[in-house]
T-cell receptor, first 115, second 114 residues
Framework: GNSVTQMEGPVTLSEEAFLTINCTYT??????LFWYVQYPGEGLQLLLK?????DKGSNKGFEATYRKETTSFHLEKGSVQVSDSAVYFC??????????????FGKGTHLIIQP | NAGVTQTPKFRVLKTGQSMTLLCAQD?????MYWYRQDPGMGLRLIHY???????AKGEVPDGYNVSRLKKQNFLLGLESAAPSQTSVYFC?????????????FGPGTRLTVL
């Protein structure tokens, strides 16, 4: 079946540190890949996406590159801020023919940024 | 443009009681989804709908029923609540097929079953 594995937290960093959150996937086809962010008490918001191999998604200083050869979609940011503290979810969609099933999510990574 | 809204935000039930969670979207999306979020489990798909009048089972459908009588609304029902259904429930709608299943989420409903 399809699955997403991401590093579990909490991950604690100091402000302005470099961030990497690892994400790898297993899929029976060619998925689209997503990173969602969940701030405390809120729903999930799409952070970035990539729909084919070697695509780079980027938003708000975050980046992730779709690596088919390593089945990975690691999230990076060069300099984190306290406001980036949240839970980050990696997810995939197989866009199965004739319809769209739900997303398959990783378990989430809780990121804590200290001033 | 409110996006995806959910009602109620919080609810406490006793075992065996029933309730309905309402999800509404104003983006004219065809596809809608219900997920549950449990600690350390990520989000898991309960049911989904590909259009008005249609529904399908997801990964964890047992104990839940859904209905999509109007395109903008997707209802999730618990006929006889159990403590194992204590969770945070999220509704989402999708731009599929126009944008690779990019999903938009509501703010969630926190349900506690005693």
């Amino acid at each position: 079946g399809n699955s997403v594995t991401q590093m579990e937290g909490p991950v604690t960093l100091s402000e302005e540190a470099f961030l990497t959150i690892n994400c790898t996937y297993t899929a029976t086809g060619y998925p689209s890949l997503f990173w969602y962010v969940q701030y405390p008490g809120e729903g999930l918001q799409l952070l970035l996406k990539a729909t084919k191999a070697d695509d780079k998604g980027s938003n708000k200083g975050f980046e992730a590159t779709y690596r088919k050869e390593t089945t990975s979609f690691h999230l990076e940011k060069g300099s984190v801020q306290v406001s980036d503290s949240a839970v980050y979810f990696c997810a995939l969609s197989l866009n199965s023919g004739g319809g769209a099933d739900g997303l398959t999510f990783g378990k989430g990574t809780h990121l804590i940024i200290q001033p | 443009n409110a996006g995806v809204t959910q009602t109620p935000k919080f609810r406490v039930l006793k075992t065996g009681q029933s309730m309905t969670l309402l999800c509404a979207q104003d983006m004219n999306h065809e596809y809608m989804y219900w997920y549950r979020q449990d600690p350390g489990m990520g989000l898991r798909l309960i049911h989904y709908s590909v259009g008005e009048g249609t529904t399908a089972k997801g990964e964890v459908p047992d104990g839940y029923n859904v209905s999509r009588l109007k395109k903008q609304n997707f209802l999730l029902g618990l006929e006889s609540a159990a403590p194992s259904q204590t969770s945070v429930y999220f509704c989402a709608s999708s731009t599929w097929p126009s944008s690779y299943n990019e999903q938009f989420f509501g703010p969630g409903t926190r349900l506690t079953v005693l």
